[in-house]
């Protein structure tokens, strides 16, 4: 299973997954044999073992992490879905049972995402990490969906809601793991529409999580929608600046 990259250049699923088990296990046998090694180096050597360790040693697990996160977003076809969230018609005069059509084909993707690891030849543990990077990327995308939203009303809110509801539903029959609180962070930036003006700027510090261009579109929606002053909107971004 290639990527899509030229010829030659490609590495499948399960040649990615080994190189990251390799450097890891290399990573472990180091740090187990740390002490011994210093034992048999000088003392005017120990500066140099220790920035081996911390430099390269010790940036394995961000290595596997970054290289697992690539992959999944090569696997998971779901770059276009930010246009297709903020493009929804959010003022709604009532909220229906209906939910957008986006979470229907978002689940495809993701059904499809699951079925390319499956026959990856990876081990589970590994299929399972990366279901869980996909997780964290749907979520991701989603908020800055949310965020690039320009015309929404409480009706169009309650829909937001309602999309993930179902979207969280529908995960969780291809995610063993616990999807709500995967996608918690989508649920809190939903709910922080309903916040008073005067909690914006506390809010932004308490969540780190979110971009401040993301802060910054939630802020310019509400003032928007909800009438704020001008010089109140412009107080509140300044704050979060």
């Known amino acids: 299973m290639n990527f899509g990259r030229p010829s030659g250049t490609a590495f499948s699923l399960k040649e990615r997954c080994v190189a990251v088990d390799t450097i890891s296990l290399v990573a472990r046998i180091l740090n187990r044999s740390k002490a011994h090694l210093q034992s048999m180096l000088l003392q005017s050597n120990s500066t140099v073992l220790e920035d081996f360790y911390v430099h390269l040693v010790d940036a394995v697990p961000d290595l596997t992490e970054h290289v697992h996160h690539t992959t999944v977003r090569l696997l998971l076809h779901i770059n276009g879905y930010v246009d297709r969230v903020a493009n929804c018609k ?17 689940l495809g993707e993701f059904k499809h995402f699951k079925t390319r690891l499956a026959h990856g030849g990876i081990r589970k543990e590994t299929r399972d990490t990366l279901l869980d990077y996909g997780l964290d990327i749907v979520a991701e995308t989603l908020v800055e969906g949310l965020s690039r939203v320009k ?9 937001m809601s309602l999309d993930l509801q179902v979207l969280i539903n529908g995960l969780k029959h291809f995610a063993s793991l616990n999807v709500k609180s995967k996608l918690q962070m989508v649920e809190t930036f939903i709910k922080a529409y309903y916040l008073p003006e005067t909690e914006y700027v506390h809010w932004a510090r308490g969540h780190p999580e979110y971009s401040k261009s993301q802060v910054v579109g939630l802020v310019n929606l509400v003032a928007s929608m909800k009438g704020w002053k001008r010089k109140t909107r412009l107080e509140v971004l300044e704050k979060i600046e």
């Open 90 to 106: 959010w003022e709604v005069k009532e909220l229906g049972m209906e939910h957008n059509g986006y979470v229907d084909l978002l």
């Open 151 to 159: 015309r929404c009303n409480d009706e169009g809110r309650a829909l």
